[in-house]
């Protein structure tokens, strides 16, 4: 089973910032949490991942609690591009990585 | 390779007939994935490789289905006598592996994946 929970769907209006929570409450010390989206027929992309600490790069930013027991993916400006199936996993380098169903965003225009 | 290559894009194919799906990783990844995702479906695992090792065989299917990765390369997924229900796209990911113990960051990269229908 997925180590994650995360919403099946949400919605967000163009310009807006989305956020994306995430649920990883088994999460273990040595365990990243990575984001991925899938954008419809293609293979997943990666988008970002941490440790502890909070994250920024030029797709999103990751937002990681103190207890790192959750995080919320942030985009900031969304555009309609942005509509794809979000998903949160936790690994330990080369685990088993299991994919749980995601988050379907759709961004309204 | 820039990225993941996989062939065919595109298979179509009868029931009861075997199928090859191949991967070529992104060079000098050591790790390798599966996974197969039906149609509005999530990705399901099937298996990784380390190396040309699969440590993890647990999501494979059934019996019908194998894998193996040679030269630390390129993988191949067999799917024999193959039913309607192995329709799907099967997509493979590679990472590589973190030469620091204490650094358990790999990205997946994803190829494109290769859409199987069984009529």
């Known amino acids: 089973d997925a180590k994650t929970t995360q919403p099946p769907s949400m919605d967000c209006a163009e310009g807006r910032a989305a956020n994306l929570p995430c649920n990883h409450s088994?999460?273990?010390?040595?365990?990243?949490v990575y984001w991925y989206r899938q954008i419809h027929s293609q293979g997943p992309q990666y988008i970002i991942h941490g440790l502890k600490n909070n994250e920024t790069n030029e797709m999103a930013s990751l937002i990681i609690t103190e207890d790192r027991k959750s995080s919320t993916l942030i985009l900031p400006h969304a555009t309609l591009r942005d509509t794809a199936v979000y998903y949160c996993?936790?690994?330990?380098?080369?685990?088993?990585?299991?994919f749980g169903k995601g988050t379907r965003l759709h961004i309204l225009p | 390779g820039a990225g993941v290559s996989q062939s065919p894009s595109n298979k179509v194919t009868e029931k009861g007939k075997d199928v090859e799906l191949r991967c070529d990783p992104i060079?000098?990844?050591?790790?390798l994935y599966w996974y197969r995702q039906s149609l509005g479906q999530g990705l399901e695992f099937l298996i990784y490789?380390?190396?040309?090792?699969?440590?993890?065989k647990s999501g494979l299917p059934s019996d019908r289905f194998s894998a193996e990765r040679t030269g630390g390369s390129v993988s191949t997924l067999t799917i024999q006598r193959t039913q309607q229900e192995d329709s799907a796209v099967y997509l493979c990911?590679?990472?590589?592996?973190?030469?620091?113990?204490?650094?358990?960051?790999?990205?997946?990269?994803f190829g494109a994946g290769s859409r199987l229908t069984v009529l």
């Open positions: 996993i936790v690994r330990y380098r080369d685990d088993k990585i299991i």
């Open positions: 088994t999460i273990s010390g040595n365990e990243y």
């Open positions: 490789f380390q190396g040309n090792s699969a440590p993890d």
């Open positions: 060079s000098g990844h050591t790790a």
């Open positions: 990911a590679s990472s590589l592996r973190s030469t620091s113990r204490l650094s358990g960051a790999n990205v997946l990269t």
